[in-house]
């Protein structure tokens, strides 16, 4: 484990990462920054709370979003493959 130090909305958070998921901790919270200064930006007269509660929100849809594109390509990749191998065995049948 490897202790490193990011920054979200100039707050600079502690964390404890393995060895080699630092650069990729460092990129997340450079996303998630991002994302909140960007709400944060965009709702001027909210409390930063509501801004990273939204920014929160939106991140998570977009995890959503891709499991579900994830799901569907895992499912059309297995309805595929099943109608490739009944292709398969209808070939074979009518050779045999």
Known sequence: MQSIKVSVLGKQIP????????ESMRKIAA???????????????????TAMILASLSIAGELFELRQELEDAEQNEED???EMNNEMEKLLSDIS
């Open 31 to 49: 996303f998630v920054d991002e994302k909140f200064k960007r709400y944060r930006k965009e709702l001027t007269n909210q409390p930063d709370s």
């Open 80 to 82: 595929l493959m099943r």
């Open 15 to 22: 964390l404890k990462v393995a060895d080699g998921e630092v």
